[in-house]
């Protein structure tokens, strides 16, 4: 007798994958954008506890100390863009591991909502990131009347236009077809 359905559920990764990939962010993030050798090694504690154990959500400690190292170092574009990827990734993956026992697999189709939403979250916070720090200058330390504002006007147009998106009725959606 043929069977009249079948299953292919498609290539997965294993969470010891993510996992190693979240280690991996955090460690680089950490090398890159922490300068006072104990924040360093506080950090690669708690980013080896947060892999082995997601519970303890020792990765918020890890955000923490990328921030810290970021206000203690120089300020350069470069470090801010580069933190705000590194505390999206470590965030996302993050909850991640703490949603997924190790020995379970995520289907690489999982990752596109995890993608998109990391993409969205770096389409805000990048631009914004800028213009504040092109209020703050070598020249203008105390940074430029301007500067706030314009970053706060970014955020409300950015925030004005998802709910005006997320409001309208699934039909009318773009891409969305009835059947």
Known sequence: MRRSH???????????????????????GLVVLVAPPIWFWIGVVAAVAAVLDPRTCMAWGV????ALGL???ATEAWRTALALVV???????GTLTQ???????????AFVPILRSFLIVQAVAQPLALVL?????????????????????????VVAGFAVLSRRPAGERPGRTES
Do not use: F
């Open 99 to 109: 949603l997924l026992p190790l020995t379970a697999s995520v289907q690489v189709g």
């Open 71 to 73: 206000m203690l170092g």
């Open 63 to 66: 955000i923490v100390i990328t």
């Open 6 to 28: 079948s299953l292919h559920p498609g290539p997965a990764i294993p969470m010891i994958v993510v996992r190693a990939a979240l280690l991996a962010v955090m460690v680089g």
């Open 133 to 157: 720090l092109l209020g703050w200058t070598e020249q203008s330390p105390d940074g430029s009347a301007w500067a706030a504002p314009a970053a706060a006007a970014l955020l409300l147009l």
């Open 87 to 93: 505390v999206t990734a470590i965030h996302q993956l």
